[in-house]
C-alpha cells in the first residue's frame, strides 16, 4: 500500500512522520524557528524524537493581525501525517492521539511563550486513553492538567484559581500525591470553574481545542514577558514564533516515568559532565515553570540506570552534533527515553570560557570558534565575587538553596517590581524573593542584582535566564516562607523585611542576613588557556 502525499501549505513541515510532504521553502531555524530545526536534525540523527509537524515562522508575524492565522487549513495536512505516523486519531475515542503545542522563535526564548500538553483529551477520549494505558490516575491527571493549562492560557483565567480549587478538594488531606478518585473530583472542579469564570463549556471537541492552542501559541510572541526579553536582548519584533505540534509523551506514567530538563555541561562553571533535573511521575512544565523543586539527576541514576546511559550517550552525541554545550528537554514514559528539545544552553561567563577552551581541546571547535566564542573574555569580565569570612570565623548561613547561577549578590530584600524598581531608581541594590521562579519577573530581575525562590529548580526557565543575565540565582529554598501582607519573609527561623539586606551566596548555595564581606577572585589557569589560545592566533596570523 503506497504511502500518500500530503499536500502541506508553505512552511509547514514534518518530523518523524513517513512519507513525503510539499513545502514551499527550505527548512531553516530561520523558517521553522529554532527548536523545531533542532527537532527536525535530532531525528535526522535517529534520536528518540516524538513525530511533529511544525507551523513556521511566517504565520507567528501575522498572528495579532487577525484570526485567519490558526485557520483549520494550516494544520489539516500536518495533523494527518501525524495521525498516520502514530497510528492514532485526533478525538477518536478508541485510539485517541494526544498533542503538545510548543512556541519556537528563531531565536532562543526561554520560557517566554506558551506552551499546551494533552490536547486532544476530552469526556469522549477518556475511555480510549484509559484503556491504552491502564493508568487512571494518568488519564485524570492528564485532563486536569489541559482543563488548567488550556483556561490559563487561551481563555485567560488565572492560574491560582485552579490552585485554590484543587485546594479545596483536596482539603485536609495531609501529603502525598493524590490518587486517581480525587484526580477525577479536582478535574470536575477545574471544568466547572472553566465554564463560570470563560463564560462558556471547556471546548470538548479535540479539533477546537487545537485550533485554539496554536492561535494562542502564535499570540504569545506578543505577550508582555516575550516583548521585554526582546528589549533586553536586542531581539527583533519579527518575523514572530513557530509552532509545534508534537505526539504527547507521558512523563506522568508512574514510577518509571518523569520530565527532566539537562545541560550537557555545568552551565554555572563549564564542568564537563552532565547537569539535570528531573521529577518522577511529572510532565515537563513542571520541572520549567519553575512552581516545583526539581531533583538533581543522582535518583534517577539510581532508578533507572539504562535511561541515565542512554541520556548520556545521546548528550555526547547533541554535542558532537551541534558543537556546543546543549540545554535539552527530556520525558521518560515507563522506561522509555524520548527528547523534546535541545540548543545551545545558557551559561555564565566563566562557563562560556571553560566550554570553548574544553571543545577545542576535545577537538569539537576549531581555533577561530573558540577564539569567536570567548571574544571579551578577559580577567575583569571572569572575575567572581567571593564570600570572605570576618575575622577567620565561617559564616553560618540561614539556609540552603539550589544554586542555579554563581557569584554573590548582596541587597535589600524586594518582593516585587515595584519595590525592586523604586529602589534601583534611588540607586540601591536589590535582592529580588519570590515565591516560584516565573519568567513574567524578568522586568524585576533585569533590575536585582540575585534571585531567590522558595520553589523552582535550577533548570527552570527564569533560572536559565537569571544565568543569561549575569545575575546570582538560588532557587527551591525549602527554609523561605514568604508572607506578602506583612512584606516579610522567613529564612531558617530569622524574619526579615522588605528593605533588611540580604547576602546570596551562589559559589555555596547559602542565604545570610545583612550584608557579608566580599572579594572578588580569579580564574587563574582559565585565563592562562585564553591567553596562550590567543597567543597561538597571533602567531598562526603572522
Known amino acids: ?73 494550516l494544520w489539516t495536512a500536518g495533523l494527518h501525517a501525524l495521525e498516520q505516523a502514530t497510528g492514532q486519531r485526533l478525538g477518536d475515542p478508541r ?27 476530552c469526556d469522549a477520549t477518556l475511555g480510549g486513553l484509559l484503556r491504552r494505558t491502564g493508568n487512571p490516575r494518568l488519564v485524570w491527571d492528564a485532563y486536569r492538567r489541559l482543563v488548567a493549562g488550556y483556561g490559563e492560557t487561551v481563555a485567560g483565567i488565572p492560574p491560582q484559581a485552579f490552585d485554590s480549587a484543587a485546594g479545596d478538594v483536596a ?32 471546548p470538548q471537541d479535540p479539533a477546537e481545542q487545537l485550533g485554539g492552542a496554536i492561535a494562542a ?63 518522577f511521575d511529572a510532565q515537563g512544565e513542571d520541572v ?32 558532537h552534533a551541534f558543537g556546543d554545550m546543549q540545554d535539552f528537554e527530556f520525558t521518560v514514559q515507563e522506561g522509555r527515553l524520548y527528547l523534546l528539545q535541545s540548543r545551545s544552553g545558557k551559561r555564565t561567563r566563566r562557563a562560556a570560557a571553560r566550554i570553548a577552551l574544553d571543545l577545542l581541546d576535545e577537538g569539537g571547535i576549531d581555533a577561530a570558534l573558540a577564539l569567536q566564542r570567548t571574544h571579551g573574555l578577559d580577567r575583569e569580565a571572569l572575575g567572581q565575587r567571593r564570600i570572605v569570612a570576618e575575622g577567620g570565623e565561617p559564616l553560618v548561613p540561614l539556609a540552603r538553596a539550589a544554586t542555579a547561577s554563581s557569584g554573590v549578590a548582596v541587597g535589600e530584600i524586594a518582593l516585587d517590581h515595584a519595590r525592586a ?54 532557587v527551591g529554598c525549602a527554609e523561605l516562607a514568604i508572607d506578602e501582607a506583612a512584606r516579610s519573609i522567613t529564612v531558617g527561623g530569622a524574619t526579615l523585611h522588605e528593605g533588611d539586606l540580604l547576602t546570596l551566596d551562589g559559589n555555596e548555595g547559602t542565604v545570610h542576613g545583612g550584608a557579608a564581606r566580599v572579594q572578588v577572585d580569579y580564574p587563574e589557569e582559565l585565563l592562562a588557556r585564553l591567553v596562550a589560545l590567543r597567543r597561538s592566533a597571533t602567531l598562526t596570523s603572522a
Open 217 to 279: 501559541v502564535l499570540g504569545s510572541w506578543h505577550a508582555p514577558k516575550a516583548r521585554e526579553y526582546r528589549h533586553l536582548n536586542g531581539i527583533a519584533d519579527t518575523p514572530g514564533t513557530a509552532v509545534t505540534v508534537q505526539s504527547m509523551v507521558f512523563g506522568n506514567a508512574g514510577g518509571q516515568s518523569g520530565a527532566g530538563v539537562g545541560f550537557t555541561r555545568d552551565p554555572a562553571t563549564g564542568a564537563p559532565g552532565l547537569w539535570v533535573d528531573f521529577l
Open 421 to 474: 524598581a523604586a529602589r534601583n531608581a534611588a540607586g540601591v541594590p536589590v535582592v529580588l524573593v519570590r515565591r516560584d521562579a516565573e519568567t513574567s519577573d524578568i522586568a524585576a530581575l533585569e533590575l536585582a542584582t540575585g534571585l531567590l525562590t522558595q520553589r523552582g529548580a535550577r533548570t527552570s526557565h527564569a533560572a536559565v535566564v537569571a544565568r543569561q543575565m549575569g545575575k546570582v540565582c538560588l
Open 95 to 121: 485510539r485517541p492521539l494526544l498533542l503538545s503545542v510548543r512556541s519556537g522563535a528563531a531565536v532562543s526564548m526561554p520560557g517566554m511563550m506558551d506552551t499546551l500538553l494533552n490536547i486532544g483529551l
Open 288 to 319: 520549567v515553570s519553575g512552581r516545583r523543586s526539581a531533583n538533581g539527576h543522582e535518583e534517577l541514576a539510581s532508578v533507572l540506570p539504562q535511561v541515565w546511559q542512554a541520556l548520556a550517550d545521546a548528550a555526547q552525541e547533541l554535542e
Open 1 to 73: 500500500m503506497s504511502t500518500p502525499a500530503f499536500d502541506l501549505p508553505p512552511e509547514v513541515y514534518l518530523i518523524g512522520c513517513k512519507g513525503p510532504g510539499a513545502t514551499c521553502g527550505v527548512p531553516s531555524a530561520q523558517t521553522m524557528g529554532n527548536k523545531a530545526w533542532n527537532l527536525l536534525r535530532m531525528a535526522q540523527l535517529s534520536l528518540p524524537v516524538p513525530p511533529a509537524f511544525v507551523i513556521g515562522t511566517r504565520y507567528g508575524a501575522a498572528a495579532g493581525k487577525g484570526p485567519p492565522a490558526a485557520g483549520r487549513y
Open 171 to 202: 482539603g485536609g488531606r495531609a501529603g502525598g500525591e493524590p490518587d486517581f478518585a480525587e484526580l477525577r473530583a479536582i478535574t470536575h472542579c477545574f471544568l466547572r470553574l472553566y465554564a463560570e469564570r470563560a463564560g462558556r463549556p471547556f
